[in-house]
Nanobody, 127 residues
Framework: QVQLVESGGGLVQDGGSLRLSCVAS????????MGWFRQAPGKEREFVVH???????YYADSVKGRFTISRDNAKNTVYLQMNNLKPEDTAVYYC?????????????????????WGQGTQVTVSS
């Protein structure tokens, strides 16, 4: 069992930046593929970005060039640096983890791939 705890959310102005953190329990963090999803009010939870255990990454088009995911295996932590934030980025951001390994990268864009979820952290971008 893995527990994920997100932090770093808050209120920021249009064009501002935030860095989210997700700390995982357990000793095998380096083996997990990690993802960030977000859910805006009245909308489905959507994929934002993922990072494999190998370090390879994939970003949703909506955040490409503005968001950066990274991981520090020594700290059991994955980060999401968000720059040039826009009001449409307002959502609850969720960290997710899975040990499932797929050759097809697009499998990591779907919620059902992930076995563990954090409680979420609110990000609000004001215009």
């Amino acid at each position: 069992q893995v527990q994920l705890v997100e932090s770093g959310g808050g209120l920021v102005q249009d064009g501002g930046s935030l860095r989210l953190s997700c700390v995982a329990s357990g000793r095998t963090f380096s083996r997990y593929h990690m993802g960030w999803f977000r859910q805006a009010p009245g909308k489905e939870r959507e994929f934002v970005v993922h990072i494999r255990s190998s370090g390879s990454t994939y970003y949703a088009d909506s955040v490409k060039g503005r968001f950066t995911i990274s991981r520090d295996n020594a700290k059991n932590t994955v980060y999401l640096q968000m720059n040039n934030l826009k009001p449409e980025d307002t959502a609850v951001y969720y960290c997710a983890a899975t040990t499932r390994t797929y050759a097809i990268g697009s499998y990591y864009y779907t919620r059902s791939t992930y076995e563990y979820w954090g409680q979420g952290t609110q990000v609000t971008v004001s215009s």
